[in-house]
């Protein structure tokens, strides 16, 4: 991590003069992850239909509500997702919103050579290529971790930003040795993650002991005092959402609660995770450093 020029008592500036940022960011994983890297996905039919009710019946309730606030995000999707339900992903593009990376398979890539990390990021940009005609610039990794030489490695194969680790609660450059910039690092953290509060899949069950899911009223509370503090403070807010987990229909009032949160200030910069690492370039005098 590079030391910035903001320490923990000055707030980052944002575009316009707003106070803070936010970076909405939904992870459309479908039916991938271990049960498909493992092979067992193709006997277990429930773990199927739980993956693929994401990207089939939450994406567009998550779409609509998202217009309805008029709030931008960013969709990780694996792109084996997008094989399979491209006309999901077309309309998100459409509606103006950001697809990223996240793997082919919702791979684990600290268990991968930088040979198949690099792999896994060619095979995912021919998809992405020929699908929805896009060269995604940002990635986050499926497994929340990766190797010692996965930065540099996407910074080689064209990445501009990551939204992956954990080391700051405002973005951040990872290391580099050519005196050009790594990639910019747009942190969120696991207790932002809605499968904390809100997962419930069964075979393979996740939690295991399936012991959890508390009252959607404290779940809404709880992200929006975390907002609240990252505003306060000037930051950078972004979410680790799963449109299967909370893009349900209960599920949606706790959405709906958090972004009448964010809509209730007129000084929040709402963007795509592009658009906060071009800003976070441009403020650190890398202009010359454009975001296709």
Known sequence: ????????????????????????????????????????????????????????????????????????????????VVEHWPARCEAILRAGHEIAYHGHRHEVFIDCTPDQQLEIMHRSAA????????GPVGFRTPSGDWSLQTAALLRDFGIVYSSSMRGDDRPYFHPSSDGKPGLVEIPGRWDIDDYTALAYFEDPDFPVGLDRI????????????????????????TTIFHPK?????GRLAILRGLFEAICAHDDVWVARCRDVAQWWLDLHGFSDEVIA
């Open 245 to 249: 987990v909370s893009a349900k229909p």
């Open 214 to 237: 508390p009252d959607f009223r404290a779940v809404e509370r709880n992200w929006r005092a975390e907002f609240e503090g990252f505003h306060r403070d000037g930051l950078c807010w």
């Open 127 to 134: 998809v992405f290529r020929q699908r929805l005609g896009i």
């Open 1 to 80: 991590m590079l030391d910035s020029p903001y320490d923990g008592r000055r707030r980052p500036s944002w575009p316009s003069g707003k106070r803070s940022a936010v970076a909405l960011a939904f992870d459309v994983d479908g039916p991938t992850g271990d049960a498909m890297l493992d092979g067992s996905l193709r006997d277990n039919l429930r773990y199927f239909t739980e993956g693929a009710y994401g990207p089939w019946r939450a994406v567009p309730r998550l779409l609509g509500l998202l217009e309805e606030y008029s709030l931008v995000a960013t969709f990780f999707v694996p792109t084996w």
